[in-house]
């Protein structure tokens, strides 16, 4: 499985730019990037993908899952877009919601029950709760996933200071691999720069184990791959040694 970042095929210089070069999954660039998952038989995790909504004059930012024919198999909207006062983004003007939740697994002929996220969605532990449930725990709808992506393009001042914190307690709360693909660098100039050179993002991909451990890392804001291997008895055996699942009450919360 590849994973690419949040805003990975564009990253518009402004709103309007963002909005004008919004592409349906239908178009040219989806078209392309089933191509090569094909010819290259892999899983691409295509990590936030700017799709005009239909219903408004925004885009979804759509996380896209195709197989290794050239499928797509799940798609998930961001849920929780990022309307924040320190770094002076406001998503939710230009992007609607997304209002459903997507796992990706061995129905759809993948190796893993797989949770899609984007960026900003790491900060609420109820969405990862839902994702990462049985139905069979008490908790009604939980999709049991095992590795849960999280592509996103994260700003540096709230990176430095919880990127690798809320990543890793994710994982371990929820007992599951963590795979997030990172935008680094700089960018255009545009809303959300944190410099005058223009916007930047904190970069330090992850790849997380269910017990917390990191199990790959981009140092710094430099461009690269990181490669971390799928172990479903380490999960097994990490759920089993600390049952904290079972000790849930879903009664109370």
């Not at 990253?11 to 078209?31: H, I, Y």
């Not at 209002?99 to 984007?118: D, I, Q, R, S």
């Not at 809303?191 to 223009?198: I, L, P, Q, Y």
């Not at 451990?213 to 461009?223: N, Q, W």
Request: with cysteine; glycine share 10%.
């Amino acid at each position: 499985m590849v994973c690419f970042p949040e805003c990975c095929v564009y990253m518009g210089a402004s709103t309007a730019d963002t909005v004008k070069n919004a592409e349906a999954l239908d178009g040219p660039s989806m078209r392309a990037i089933c191509l090569l998952a094909q010819e290259l038989k892999v899983w691409i995790s295509v990590g936030g993908f700017h799709v005009p909504d239909p219903h408004t004059d925004k885009i979804r930012n759509v996380h896209v899952m195709v197989d290794p024919a050239g499928f797509v198999q799940g798609q998930y909207g961001k849920a929780h877009l990022f309307d924040n006062p320190l770094t002076g983004m406001q998503e939710s003007v230009f992007t609607q919601a997304g209002n459903e939740l997507c796992t990706v697994g061995p129905a759809h002929g993948c190796f893993a029950k797989v949770g899609l996220t984007v960026c900003y969605d790491v900060r609420f532990p109820e969405l990862f709760g839902k994702l990462c449930r049985f139905a069979e725990d008490g908790n009604a709808g939980g999709h049991g996933a095992e590795i849960v992506l999280v592509p996103s393009a994260f700003m540096v001042k709230t990176g430095q200071a919880h990127w690798e914190v809320l990543l890793r307690a994710r994982a371990i709360e929820n007992q599951v691999f963590v795979v997030a693909a990172a935008q680094a660098g700089k960018h255009n100039p545009g809303e959300g720069s944190t410099s005058a050179d223009g916007r930047c993002s904190y970069g330090h991909s992850l790849v997380v184990d269910p017990w917390g451990t990191i199990l790959a890392r981009m140092d710094g804001d430099s461009e690269g791959i990181i490669l971390a291997p799928f172990s479903r008895q380490l999960l097994l055996d990490t759920r089993k040694a600390m049952p904290v699942q079972d000790h849930r009450r879903p009664n109370l919360y």
